[in-house]
């Protein structure tokens, strides 16, 4: 006896796919748009424009902006500075000291963290939703016994890394994405983290038009034609580094107190 085709199987299996590729769009989707813009911003040289040079050159009209829009000022720049950590644009400590060079140390310091966190937040679950569970199963048992360790002791962990400025921004992003990290601990761990740092920027970019202001005594004109000669390394001292060192060690304390108590 010939068995009759089901004329409702096409309609079920349609749904089927329409869910399939929804779910697949979902996944690899944000994915796909951060790095399409990653793409244009880097081709188009957008991460080139922030210097300490263009800084300079324009302090007056940034200076003369803020003053008459101070709030829609720190909220334009809380915006880019979110955008440039999710597109992992080098040179974040740039914007810091931009930050604490147009606002002031306080406020500067304020919105640049909150910046910071946000735009590690966005890479934080686009990287979790898509490569996640991907490279956890391909993980071969190496990374997996890190990963056991990482996410028993994920806070601490994290804090190291965003106290000590060892590894790439965007690298500590996405390392406790792979590792399944939650997202509170993750935002506490970050925005606790990079406290010190930014605000140390910040502080930096606050004094840093007297140190444009010794640069125009010595070299009248640099700043509006853009050659006054300022390194971020000259603003950047080994005993700073160091500190910051320091405090990540410190970070690390009770996960080898944990260690001791359990042998």
């Not at 929804?22 to 081709?43: D, T």
């Not at 909150?114 to 934080?124: E, L, N, S």
């Not at 921004?169 to 010190?196: D, E, K, Q």
């Not at 606050?206 to 034609?225: F, K």
Request: hydrophobic share 55%; net charge positive.
């Amino acid at each position: 006896m010939t068995r009759q085709p089901d004329p409702g199987a096409g309609d079920k299996q349609v749904p089927a796919a329409r869910n399939s590729g929804f779910a697949l769009a979902k996944r690899w989707g944000p994915l796909a748009v951060l790095l399409a813009a990653m793409g244009f911003a880097f081709s188009q040289g957008l991460h080139e424009q922030l210097t300490l040079s263009n800084l300079i050159t324009q302090r007056q009209n940034l200076i003369g902006y803020v003053d008459q829009h101070f709030a829609g000022a720190l909220l334009l720049f809380v915006s880019i500075y979110t955008l440039a950590v999710a597109l992992s644009f080098p040179g974040a400590s740039l914007f810091t000291i931009a930050g604490g060079f147009l606002f002031g140390w306080i406020a500067g310091g304020f919105v640049a963290v909150f910046g910071a966190t946000a735009g590690a937040a966005a890479v934080f679950l686009i990287a979790r939703s898509s490569l996640g569970d991907v490279l956890t199963r391909r993980a071969g048992p190496f990374l997996e016994r890190i990963g056991d360790g990482f996410r028993a002791n994920a806070f601490h962990y994290l804090l190291f890394l965003r106290l000590t400025p060892v590894f790439p921004f965007w690298l500590v992003n996405i390392a406790p994405a792979i590792f399944r990290m939650p997202l509170p601990s993750y935002l506490t761990a970050t925005f606790l983290g990079i406290i010190p740092g930014t605000f140390a920027f910040a502080f930096i970019g606050a004094g840093l038009d007297s140190v444009v202001e010794a640069q125009e005594a010595a070299n009248p004109g640099c700043a509006a034609a853009g050659t006054c000669e300022i390194a971020v390394s000259a603003l950047v001292t080994p005993q700073l580094l160091a500190a910051f060192f320091a405090l990540g060690l410190a970070s690390l304390i009770p996960i080898v107190l944990k260690k001791v108590r359990a042998r």
